[in-house]
């Protein structure tokens, strides 16, 4: 169940412009964990890396920086 509720913090995050905000500012994992419990997200610091984890690379910086993708390389290395 924590778990989940890791998944959907990260989905909420994604979708709502103030939570991605108050994303932008944190510093670290404590300030990270207090932002997902204001949230109403109860989860640990393993849980909400797990879910990281299954994320793809894409959706990783649709979290971490909304509307930027990741950069396509016009010729592969």
């Given at each position: 169940?924590?778990?989940?509720?890791?998944?959907?913090?990260?989905k909420a995050v994604k979708e709502d412009q103030e939570l991605q905000q108050k994303f932008k500012?944190?510093?670290?994992?404590?300030?990270?964990?207090?932002?997902?419990?204001?949230?109403?997200?109860?989860?640990?610091?393993?849980?909400?890396?797990?879910?990281?984890?299954?994320?793809?690379?894409?959706?990783?910086?649709?979290?971490?920086?909304?509307?930027?993708?990741?950069?396509?390389?016009?010729?592969?290395?």
């Open positions: 169940m924590a778990q989940e509720n890791a998944a959907r913090f990260f500012a944190i510093t670290d994992q404590t300030a990270f964990m207090q932002m997902a419990e204001q949230a109403g997200y109860s989860c640990t610091i393993d849980e909400l890396e797990q879910a990281m984890s299954e994320l793809s690379p894409e959706q990783v910086a649709a979290v971490i920086n909304p509307g930027v993708g990741l950069r396509q390389h016009l010729l592969p290395r």
